[in-house]
């Protein structure tokens, strides 16, 4: 069984900074994609494509965060982070971990996703 955890989050204020991270652990043969997803607090509002980091370091950022958001991870340790600086009261949300991972046993990856931690930016 493989499962994502996530740690960090909380209350920050407007201009603060903030760590997510997310470690994958279980039957895990291979991990491709990681990254981070977020749902604003509201009704209809949709999930929103944070960042996400290949296996080889490669990046990518909606374009709200770029500047200020860094994704990395560590392949040896099946760990991704989201480092979040000068943050916006825009940005609260809860942000969730996502993987593409290949099950020892499996020949296809499939996605997963953490259980979501809280982020609340206050003005």
């Known amino acids: 069984q493989v499962q994502l955890v996530e740690s960090g989050g909380g209350p920050v204020q407007s201009g603060g900074s903030l760590r997510v991270s997310c470690a994958a652990s279980?039957?895990?043969?291979?991990?491709?994609?990681m990254g981070w997803f977020r749902q604003a607090p509201g009704k209809g509002k949709q999930r929103e494509l944070v960042a996400i980091i290949t296996t080889g370091g490669a990046t990518n950022y909606v374009d709200s965060v770029k500047g200020r958001f860094t994704i990395s991870r560590d392949n040896a340790k099946n760990t991704v982070s989201l480092q979040m600086n000068r943050l916006k009261p825009e940005d609260t949300a809860v942000y969730s971990c996502?993987?593409?991972?290949?099950?020892?046993?499996?020949?296809?990856?499939?996605?997963?996703w953490g259980q979501g931690t809280q982020v609340t930016v206050s003005s």
């Open positions: 996502y993987a593409l991972i290949q099950p020892i046993g499996e020949s296809v990856v499939q996605p997963y």
């Open positions: 279980g039957s895990i043969f291979n991990i491709d994609v």
